[in-house]
């Protein structure tokens, strides 16, 4: 039987262990199954178990192994963030109205992981709506940090992020329009990759009432998330193929090559001006240390460039049209609401709540004004990216904080005594979302509480094996994830 240490291999080591016989699928799946039924009461991470179907599937990927399969994840064990169309199980993206939807199709992305010869363990636990940076409803309750149950674990992909560092599986699949992706795996101190716009087809990953059908949203993706960033690559590659409903056929997306292999290579800005909200000096203090470790480690380190494009100016924008796409799915009298509100803002109110809703009702005129700002600061972005390979800015402005069931309007985050907006804190994943640029998540430190802390490493479009690459070498050279204290 396999012992507990597997709980904690890669991906990749949990294959190669498979290759040699040293485990089978079924040995890896019933470990990890009983680590969920022992640790899950408590972190509340995987909210549809799928168990019976996991075993059937290690089973199926053992016999296939004997008959000289190699596929790239057959019999790695993982899980997939509940808002993903898992044929035969529940998609309800949190909503209590829509316990009984069960998709008869997986979503492209679950059908390539399984495709791949992955074990679907289940499916982990999110927001109502996939609208917070944290992970409970009433339907599957609250989902706990392993670092500190009494803290969050981060959302939309909250519920994977607590999976991966609770020992659930090498891997999972997450999605991300405002840090979901990022902000998880920041607070549980993992890795995540925020893919360049479009370039994994997030066909299946839709709202329950939502029509499920090729689509390419303005600004949300769907991405891969685990402990070492040697697996982001690998999962990337499973999931980036474009959709073949709108091709006409499947092929291989040849993405550039890393810009370099070495770390010494990297010419690295840390992007430490202040947005929309400031930043703690825990999280500064983190991204200073990892700065100065790539320094030390031969990097070109830059502390500004007159190339990066204004962050207030961003976030602003970013704010108008993320709440542009997501009020397009409010419902009538919500909308309305939120209009007539708009209506009534000060015309220099300028703040990130403001420009959140102004956003909701944007009209198609102000939306393609909107558009033009985005597509300048996408230029002022390629500008940059000629001089500059890796921009390293803070996920969030704090490491996770303590649970906040309170109401969204109010809701508050404390910043070093001082209270803030709840929702200015998007403005940090909005950096790299708003131009659609590649942003990896990695951990580079702790809070004085013990808490994990990561960056976003943040590329030039179409680059993502540049940032992998560097979250790669930084986690060789450095260090990365490391086991909360559950066991």
């Known amino acids: 039987m396999a012992d507990e240490g597997y709980a904690y291999r890669?991906?990749?080591e949990q294959a190669a262990a498979l290759a040699a016989g040293e485990v089978s699928a079924v040995e890896l799946a019933?470990?990890?199954i009983a680590r969920i039924e022992r640790l899950d009461p408590e972190i509340n991470a995987v909210c549809v178990p799928d168990f019976d179907r996991a075993l059937e599937a290690a089973r199926a990927a053992d016999a296939a192994r004997a008959g000289g399969d190699q596929r790239p994840l057959l019999g790695v064990p993982m899980t997939v963030k509940e808002s993903y169309d898992v044929a035969g199980l529940p998609t309800t993206w949190g909503f209590s109205d829509f316990k009984d939807h069960v998709p008869d199709a997986d979503a492209v992305a679950v059908a390539r992981v399984k495709a791949a010869g992955a074990v679907v363990l289940g499916k982990t636990n999110v927001p109502v709506g996939l609208g917070d940076l944290q992970s409970y409803n009433d339907l599957y309750g609250t989902t706990r940090n392993p670092w500190d149950p009494e803290r969050i674990p981060g959302g939309s992909s909250g519920g994977s992020a607590a999976a991966l560092a609770a020992g659930y599986g090498a891997l999972s699949i997450g999605s991300d329009i405002g840090g979901s992706l990022r902000n998880p795996a920041h607070f549980c101190g993992i890795y995540a990759h925020k893919p360049t716009i479009g370039l994994v087809p997030a066909r299946g990953h839709s709202a329950p009432a939502a029509p499920v059908v090729p689509a390419e949203s303005d600004l949300a993706?769907?991405?891969p998330m685990a402990r070492t960033a040697a697996d982001l690559t690998s999962l990337l590659d499973v999931m980036a193929e474009p959709d073949e409903l709108t091709t006409g056929i499947a092929y291989r997306l040849a993405l550039p090559a890393a810009r370099h292999d070495r770390l010494a290579d990297y010419r690295v800005l840390v992007a430490d001006t202040e947005g929309l909200i400031p930043t703690s000096n825990a999280v500064r203090t983190a991204i200073d240390e990892f700065a100065a470790n790539l320094a030390s480690s031969g990097a070109k380190v830059f502390r500004d460039s007159p190339l990066l494009p204004d962050l207030v100016t961003a976030g602003r924008v970013y704010s108008r049209l993320l709440m542009s796409t997501l009020g397009a799915f409010f419902p009538l009298e919500i909308y309305q609401a939120a209009r007539a509100a708009a209506e009534q803002l000060p015309a220099d109110d300028r703040s990130g709540a403001a420009e959140r809703a102004r956003g909701i009702g944007l009209s198609h005129r102000d939306w393609m004004a909107a558009d033009i700002e985005r597509n300048v600061l996408r230029e002022r972005w390629r500008a940059l990216f000629g001089e500059i390979d890796i921009v390293l800015c803070p996920v969030t402005p704090t490491a996770a904080f303590p649970h906040?069931?309170?109401d969204l309007a109010t809701r508050q985050i404390d910043i070093d005594g001082t209270g803030h907006v709840y929702f200015d804190q998007v403005s940090l994943a909005g950096?790299?979302?708003?131009?659609?640029?590649?942003?990896?998540?990695?951990?580079?430190?702790r809070s004085p509480e013990g808490l994990p802390i990561g960056v976003q490493a943040i590329g030039p479009r179409y680059e993502d094996r540049t940032t992998l690459r560097f979250?790669?070498?930084?986690e060789r050279e450095f260090g990365g994830f490391t086991r909360p204290p559950l066991d």
Not at 431 to 445: I, N
Not at 471 to 474: G, H
């Open 471 to 474: 979250a790669e070498l930084a």
């Open 404 to 406: 906040d069931h309170s």
């Open 431 to 445: 950096v790299a979302t708003l131009p659609g640029l590649p942003a990896t998540a990695l951990p580079v430190g």
């Open 10 to 12: 890669s991906a990749a």
């Open 30 to 32: 019933e470990e990890a």
């Open 221 to 223: 993706v769907v991405g």
